[in-house]
């Protein structure tokens, strides 16, 4: 069964500097998802992240993966309040597509 | 908007009920995910369908049961409701191998 970690799990920001959230994901996977959730929202897709050494970036997120080490990244460039929110990577597995969810990282972004 | 759509938005009924929750895929997609989203449990796959017929199954409970309709559309029926059971429910479509859309979700009270 793939099983995904995340981690930190509560992450206090500082307007302005920068941080990353880790994901590690148990066995091969065919693509990487990360995902935003406001309260009481649906998952707003960020990035799909479908090889190794694959990288995306969409404004002061950006996304990377390492399917050798079985490890995604996402890094937050000058952080700032719209950021706040809850993070979620997703690993899908090979034979059925389905997704298997990291606990969630929740960003407080402070001034 | 992802394209997907979900009723009810809310849902609250009392233990021992039976409740049916529906989804409306994305036009074109012929994959129903669905998700299930409590504080204790994180986010879980339950169940996909794929063209009507059901592809994989995940932690759904045996009170619980899912299907596909012809016009793609699908049902997750709740039975026999514990107070467990409230959560955020989640139906993502898809097009086989492709990226999942998640609809708003369903929030379930049990009381």
Redesign the interface.
């Known amino acids: 069964e793939l099983k995904v970690e995340q981690n930190p799990l509560f992450l206090s920001m500082q307007e302005g500097k920068n941080y990353t959230i880790y994901c590690n994901y148990s066995t091969t996977s065919?693509?990487l998802?990360w995902?935003r959730q406001d309260p009481?929202?649906?998952?707003e897709?960020l990035f799909?992240l479908l090889s190794n050494g694959a990288v995306k970036q969409e404004g002061r997120l950006m996304a990377s993966l390492d399917t050798k080490a079985r490890l995604s990244t996402l890094h937050i460039t000058a952080a700032v309040h719209d950021l706040s929110a809850t993070y979620?990577c997703?690993a899908e597995a090979s034979n059925?597509?389905?997704?298997?969810?990291g606990?969630?990282t929740t960003v407080t972004v402070r001034a | 908007d992802?394209g997907v759509t979900q009723t009810p938005k809310h849902l609250i009924t009392a233990t021992g009920q039976r409740v049916t929750l529906r989804c409306s895929p994305r036009s074109g997609d012929l994959?129903v995910?669905w998700?299930q989203q409590s504080l204790d449990q994180?986010?879980?796959?339950l169940i996909?369908y794929y063209n009507g017929e059901e592809?994989?199954k995940?932690n759904i409970l045996e009170r619980f049961s899912a299907q596909q309709f012809p016009d793609l559309h699908s049902e997750l029926n709740l039975s026999s409701l514990e107070l467990g059971d409230s959560a955020l429910y989640?139906c993502?479509s898809?097009r086989?191998?492709t990226?999942?859309?998640?609809?708003?979700?369903t929030?379930l009270t049990v009381l």
């Open positions: 065919d693509r998802y995902y009481g929202k649906s998952l897709s799909v979620f997703a059925d597509h389905k997704l298997s969810f606990a969630g | 992802s994959s995910y998700y994180g986010l879980q796959f996909q592809r994989a995940g989640f993502a898809g086989g191998a990226e999942q859309f998640f609809g708003p979700g929030r």
